[in-house]
């Protein structure tokens, strides 16, 4: 699994493509939260549209329980992710009910309203 993160004038932008493997997952949340505190950017579209393979329920709870634990900066993330993924909204609610609002959807422009950060194509 690959991923880059990039500051932009609103947000983050974090990309993640390939075989999802958890480890990199854990790994892209610490960069995440680490380019937050050092940006000052708490805001983050995380864009999994590029992932090759279905992840699991099981592995978007662990996922969601990671994210939120790591949480000592109020980050409010938004997760694209391809519409077939829209099955369930495991990571949304396990992130959310321990106190990180994430977001998941397979459209930019909800993504983006719901960050309040101007509409990207």
Known sequence: MNYTISQQTSHLAVTVSGMFDPEAGR???????????????????IDGRGLEA??????????????????????????LVPTALMTTKTLEH????????????????????WLGV???D
Do not use: F, W
Request: charged content about 20%.
């Open 94 to 113: 396990t992130a959310g009910n321990r106190g990180t609002p994430v977001r998941t959807t397979d459209s930019v422009t909800d993504a983006c309203v």
């Open 27 to 45: 790994r892209c949340i610490e960069d995440m939260y680490a380019a937050a505190k050092q940006s000052g950017l708490l805001k983050v579209l």
């Open 118 to 120: 101007p509409v990207i």
């Open 54 to 79: 279905n992840v699991s329920i099981a592995d978007r709870h662990a996922l969601a329980t990671y994210l939120a634990d790591l949480h000592d900066i109020p980050v409010r993330c938004a997760v």
